[in-house]
């Protein structure tokens, strides 16, 4: 395993920025431990996209009866950017394959996680390039890209010198200005 890759939403982006770490899956929204769910994919999972209305695209029922392309730049106005935190997973001992995984022979002996891998077959997700992490995952040494209409850009390098966190920006983004605009994003969509 190479780089894996964490998808997310801009509307989560700032939350994760400010505690430093992706929070895993609580128990309430899946059973089984709690894992930060990732993948060798190099685009989003169609089983981890949000269901977007508007784009009958993103529902997985529409995806089941026929798969079909998905317009991740106008998933991305929808939801506040498109995003993936890139992690080295060398360097990142906590992520495991999800093949061979405690986890994964624990979860596949539920129904529920029968019919999550059957489904993210069906509609074209790699499964077997899934990876997890148990607990929150820190970001420190890993990558924010977003996706552009060039494809995935670089925005922000997250590390630690002399044991303070560092982040390197690219392209002229400024961190700030990304979690004000997430927090934003979140309250239109929430309340």
């Known amino acids: 395993m190479k780089n894996v890759y964490h ?10 920025l400010l ?3 992706i929070e895993p899956m609580t128990k309430g929204e899946l059973p ?3 894992l930060v769910w990732l993948t060798r994919e190099e685009t989003y999972p169609r089983t981890a996209l949000p269901a977007i209305p508007e784009l009958p695209e ?3 029922m529409n995806q ?3 798969r079909q392309p998905v317009d991740l730049l106008k998933v991305a106005e929808m939801v506040g950017g498109v995003w993936r935190f890139v992690f080295d997973a060398g360097r990142h001992p906590q ?3 999800w093949y061979g995984s405690y986890q994964r022979n624990k979860y596949v002996k539920t129904p529920f996680g029968q019919v999550a891998e059957r489904l993210a077959r069906q509609v074209g997700d790699q499964v077997d390039y899934w990876a997890v992490a148990q607990g929150p995952l820190s ?5 924010l890209q977003q996706l552009t209409p060039q494809g995935w ?7 630690k010198q002399q044991g303070e966190l560092m982040l390197e920006e690219f392209g002229g983004v400024n961190t700030t200005k990304i979690i004000n605009d997430s927090i934003r994003m979140r309250r239109v969509l929430f309340g």
């Open 7 to 16: 998808y997310t939403k801009g509307y989560c982006i700032g939350q994760i």
């Open 19 to 21: 505690a430093k770490q």
């Open 32 to 34: 089984g431990d709690n």
């Open 58 to 60: 993103t529902l997985m």
């Open 64 to 66: 089941l009866q026929q």
């Open 95 to 97: 992520i495991k394959s």
């Open 139 to 143: 970001i420190v040494g890993a990558r």
């Open 153 to 159: 850009v670089d925005r922000v390098s997250l590390f």
